[in-house]
């Protein structure tokens, strides 16, 4: 009776990795495609040329939003700090009371 157990447990993982061999080959070959498609792209790409003016307006927009969303993050932390420092005053005076 364990015997055959045995012999099904043998079957059922020769099937599952059948199925991995045939799911990797199918990613292998997705993954090829891509690759092929991505590289045929580049290749029809034009490339425009940029005036160094344009190149520097472009850099300083980039810097200004950078420096933007730091600025919103310090806010955001200045912020969490004190709402958290009341919190644990208000504990405190809280528990001093009772």
């Known amino acids: 009776m364990s015997f055959a157990g045995h012999v099904m447990d043998m079957?059922?993982?020769?099937?599952?990795?059948?199925s991995l061999k045939t799911g990797y080959k199918?990613?292998?070959?997705?993954?090829?495609?891509?690759?092929?498609?991505?590289?045929?792209?580049?290749?029809?790409?034009?490339?425009?040329?940029?005036?160094?003016e344009e190149l520097e307006k472009i850099k300083e927009n980039i810097r200004k939003e950078?420096?933007?969303?730091?600025?919103?993050?310090?806010?955001?932390?200045?912020?969490?700090?004190?709402?958290?420092?009341l919190f644990i005053i208000a504990g405190l005076i809280l528990s001093k009371n009772a």
């Open 26 to 52: 199918e990613l292998y070959r997705r993954i090829k495609d891509v690759q092929t498609i991505s590289k045929n792209y580049r290749l029809n790409i034009k490339r425009k040329e940029i005036s160094n």
């Open 11 to 18: 079957i059922n993982r020769v099937r599952y990795n059948e």
């Open 66 to 85: 950078i420096y933007a969303e730091k600025r919103k993050e310090r806010i955001k932390s200045i912020i969490l700090l004190i709402v958290l420092g």
